[in-house]
């Protein structure tokens, strides 16, 4: 069974960045798209950003785009990393790495039923 391994969370002002890192406990697995959720408080999960591995643009909430930036890194497991700047109150929330089977369904939706493995997640809080 994978394992998704998040880390880089913490506290930071309002406007400042924060990068968050996912590594796969397997490098040898192909996953059809990998993302970050966040939930915050008395909330319901919600995708921020997705990479596809075959060919779709990279897709962020309306909220994020513009200020968050998702990759892979190909020469480090393959991990993921989220790129957060102009960080806003409203971005407090714990982060969650998700990664979705080769010949699963991720590419067709966002739900967190479409996603087979889970990190434990990663707290970001952001003060005014």
């Known amino acids: 069974q994978v394992q998704l391994a998040e880390s880089g969370g913490g506290s930071v002002q309002a406007g400042g960045s924060l990068r968050l890192s996912c590594a796969p406990s397997e490098y040898t697995t192909i996953f059809r798209c990998m993302a970050w959720f966040r939930q915050a408080p008395e909330k319901e999960r919600e995708a921020v950003a997705v990479?596809?591995?075959?060919?779709?643009?990279?897709?962020y909430a309306n909220s994020v785009k513009g200020r968050f930036t998702i990759s892979r890194d190909n020469a480090a497991r393959y991990s993921l990393n989220l790129e957060m700047n102009s960080l806003k109150p409203e971005d407090t929330a714990m982060y969650y790495c998700?990664?979705?089977?080769?010949?699963?369904?991720?590419?067709?939706?966002?739900?967190?039923?479409?996603?087979?493995?889970w990190g434990q997640g990663t707290q970001v809080t952001v003060s005014s």
């Open positions: 998700a990664a979705g089977r080769l010949y699963g369904s991720c590419s067709r939706g966002l739900r967190e039923t479409n996603f087979d493995y």
């Open positions: 990479v596809y591995t075959f060919g779709d643009s990279p897709y």
